[in-house]
């Protein structure tokens, strides 16, 4: 009995054979778009964007994460072909020019594998996890599909087509999980035919996915934490030691140098099989391989990008993207390499010039893809032991994708993560494993090559709705982070030649604001974070005159600044204030008076016309758009003479400035230390309202500069003004005799 029948298979397989043969350079392009939008968006701005709030972390360690990140991708694919898929190219080489069973085609091969199973293949899993990690955790979204389409359909994700977006991911899911696991237990029955007699068999390989499947549920009830990342630890760590088992057995020396020689020969292949279709093959090989590969994993994109976001939960994009495709990619170039290798050097051992060896007649004339592995491992020591941990790795493999698998789809289906009843769950694990069971039963291999048709056909919708998924993000990023800020760079003034500046300052016709002899830039207009200083002429003679110390003094309103402020006056300090330095110039510079009133109009001035500090206090402490274009009306000029004030106060005295907004500003590297105050915002609102402050007055200051963590980790100091007023001395006591003191000795 066939559980597809004729007709519908023959449609089904009309249609692939289209997709995979016709339009496969679809696919091709399509997934190494995902490739260059992944990478792209990482290395940009964006990179910094957490998947989740902006103050999330991460649950997992780093090998936990991995861990579950790779049990729940390719691991279990990998242990099917790690040995297969190399031996195939090797045996025939798709790019023209190649003989079959050299060493070119051998290094061939090991490219080709790790294209297929690297980063192209991690990028088509982590585009979707992009996407629901995004809009799921950032946006908070429901954990479905149709929820990185928002952008565009906005709530018709809960309409007609967000509903036909999910259950066509989730359909595609299961049949992709099908296929796999299907596979898996094709693998698991011919190793233990192969191993311990037992016969190939429909109800072996049903008793296998019943197995498969029974410990998947176990694993799913017991949750995340108890159940898929103890197996996946469990998992990661005995792949492994296969894998450095046959490091150690194998030919050691060489396969280390087939490790980096295949590094180097995937990266310098790299754009070639990006974009290779097999022109003047027709499509055959590409068709056979890449583009199944491609419409294969996109199918299953969907359960995995949902797992990975989720486990990804506070990474931030680019640790996110980086991660997924850097570590992944580089244990399939080990593994791929140590496998391979290995096996090429096995063929050899049985083969006749010019031809393959034994391995090539399992795998590429008889194709018993399946036995393989096994068949690789009777060549090492320990095979009875190797052959029962492979048996183990790649059951334990099947396991965590049916587990992880049913959580997503359960999520999927739910449209939400917390509170689901655990038969949900449940029913998932057992739908995966019933359609792989009725498969096997029904119609055996055949029925899996009509699967592998259909999932090509389901792949062509879902890898175009995640190319889609990319400009979602994209569009997403762009509106919830805003514009690019501007980039502020130093404005210099224009130098004339000695002779020209002599010439018209004779003629009095120099303008000095405008011209200068010396290389000079325009105080104020230094970057946000100025990292570097120009060596000018009044840099230089600015250092000279510099006082022996200078203090930054800064901290929230009404924290007690100014208290600090005269304390450190009675030791002898030269106390400036900024606000004070800004009052004066609101009331005596013209200029800086014309465009306040310009920029703020006349809800700032008194009944003279002039501005009323008052006014412009309560205008601008409820609005942080005013405060900054005040800022930035007023700043160059009070920092300019603030300096000036400082160096009339000789090179022997310790200079003092009380700079409220010292934090935004980009004055740090002229600081010889930085003292912060601090103070419980409840202390602050009290005093401010003992200063005449309404409480809504006091709470708009005390919000205005409420940025506690960066003035915090600018501090070289830092007082708490949590006490009383002789608590305060002697903080400032015990400050001036650490830090001033000690510089001033140093100076």
């Known amino acids: 009995m066939s559980l597809f029948p004729q007709p519908v298979q023959s449609a089904f397989g009309a249609v692939a ?50 861990g579950m990140l790779f049990a729940a991708g390719v691991g279990a694919v990998l242990m099917f072909w790690g040995v ?37 293949m991690w990028a088509i899993l982590i585009v979707p996890g992009l996407a629901f990690g995004y809009f799921t955790y950032k946006r908070k979204l429901p954990p479905r599909v149709s929820s990185s389409f928002q952008p565009i359909l906005g709530d018709g994700i809960h309409g ?20 796999s696991i299907g596979l898996g237990s094709l693998q698991i029955n011919s190793g233990l035919n192969y191993v311990l007699g037992v016969p190939v068999a429909g109800w072996v390989q049903a008793a296998i996915l019943a197995l498969i499947t029974s410990v998947g549920i176990m694993s799913v009830l017991a949750g995340m934490d108890r159940g898929i990342k103890r197996l996946s630890y469990a998992n990661i760590l005995t792949a492994i030691f296969l894998l450095v088992f046959i490091l150690m057995f194998g030919a050691t020396t060489d396969t280390m140098r087939a490790i980096v020689e295949s590094a180097g020969r995937y990266i310098s292949d790299f754009p070639v099989l990006a974009f290779f279709n097999d022109t003047f093959g027709g499509g055959s090989w590409s068709g056979s391989w890449t583009v199944f590969y491609w419409a294969w994993t996109v199918t299953w994109a ?70 393989a592995l096994f068949q690789f491992l009777g060549h090492y020591p320990f095979y009875a032991l190797t052959s029962i941990v492979a048996l183990g790795v790649i059951t334990l493999f099947f396991i965590t994708s049916i587990d992880s698998g049913a959580l997503v789809m359960d999520a999927m289906a739910n449209g939400h993560e917390e509170g689901a009843p655990k038969r949900q769950s449940l029913f998932w694990a057992l739908a995966i494993g019933s359609v792989c069971a009725a498969i096997v ?108 110390v200078t203090v930054g003094l800064t901290g929230p309103t009404g924290a007690g600044v100014t208290a600090v402020g005269e304390m450190l006056a009675q030791h002898g300090a030269v106390v400036i204030s900024l606000d004070r330095i800004v009052n004066q110039l609101l009331s005596e510079d013209e200029q800086i008076r014309s ?33 900054k274009k005040l800022y930035d009306i007023v700043h160059a000029r009070a920092w300019q003479a603030a300096l000036d004030e400082g160096e009339r106060a000789g090179d022997d005295a310790i200079v003092v400035v009380d700079y ?16 912060n105050v601090e103070a419980p915002m409840e202390m602050r609102r009290e005093r401010l309202e003992g200063m005449g402050l309404t409480p809504e007055e006091a709470w708009d200051r005390i919000d205005a500069l409420s940025n506690e963590d960066e003035r915090r980790g600018l501090a070289d100091y830092v007082i708490d003004n949590d006490g009383d007023l002789a608590q305060l001395r002697a903080s400032v006591e015990e400050f001036w005799a650490e830090q001033v003191a000690e510089a001033a000795k140093n100076s």
Do not use: C
Request: net charge negative; no cysteine.
């Open 160 to 179: 007609r087509w967000g509903k036909l977006i999910d259950i066509v991911a989730i359909v595609g899911t299961v049949f992709g999980l099908a296929v």
């Open 302 to 371: 969907p359960f995995v990008g949902m797992f990975i976001a989720r486990i990804s939960k506070g990474r931030t994009i680019r640790e996110f993207v980086l991660a997924s495709l850097g570590l992944p990619s580089g244990f399939v170039l080990i593994w791929m390499a140590i496998y391979g290798y290995n096996g090429f050097v096995q063929d050899r051992s049985t083969a006749v010039a010019g031809q393959g060896g034994d391995l090539t007649q399992t795998i590429v004339e008889q194709g018993d893809v399946q036995s």
């Open 17 to 66: 054979t289209f997709l995979r043969f016709d339009a496969g350079w679809l696919f091709t392009v399509a997934v190494t778009i995902m490739v260059i939008a992944a990478v792209t968006l990482a290395l940009s701005r964006y990179g910094r964007v957490k998947l989740g709030d902006d103050d999330a972390t991460p649950e997992y360690s780093g090998l936990a994460w991995f």
């Open 595 to 627: 465009e306040v009133r310009d920029a703020f109009g006349s809800a700032i001035l008194d009944d003279a016309g002039r501005v009323d500090r008052s006014k412009m206090d309560y205008y601008i402490f409820g609005n942080e758009s005013a405060r």
């Open 84 to 120: 297969a898929e190399p031996m195939n190219h090797y045996a025939n080489p798709p790019l023209a020019g190649t003989e079959s069973f050299t060493d070119e085609a051998a290094l061939q091969a090991l490219s080709i594998a790790n294209f297929h199973f690297g980063i192209h």
């Open 441 to 548: 039963l029904t119609s055996g291999e055949r029925g899996l090559a009509a699967l592998q048709e259909v999932i090509i056909v389901i792949g062509f919708p879902i890898i175009l709705m995640t190319l889609a998924q990319i400009f979602m993000v994209i569009r997403a990023l762009r509106e919830d982070a805003g514009a690019v800020k501007p980039m502020n760079t130093r404005q210099w003034k224009r130098v004339l030649p000695p002779e020209e500046y002599q010439r018209r300052e004779a003629d009095n016709t120099l303008d000095s604001e405008a011209y200068t002899l010396h290389p000079e830039y325009e105080v104020g207009t230094e970057p946000e974070y100025d990292l570097f200083q120009p060596q000018t002429r009044a840099w230089v003679e600015s250092q000279l005159n510099r006082p022996k």
């Open 660 to 675: 409220p907004r010292l934090v935004e500003s980009n004055t740090r590297p002229r600081f010889d230390i930085i003292l």
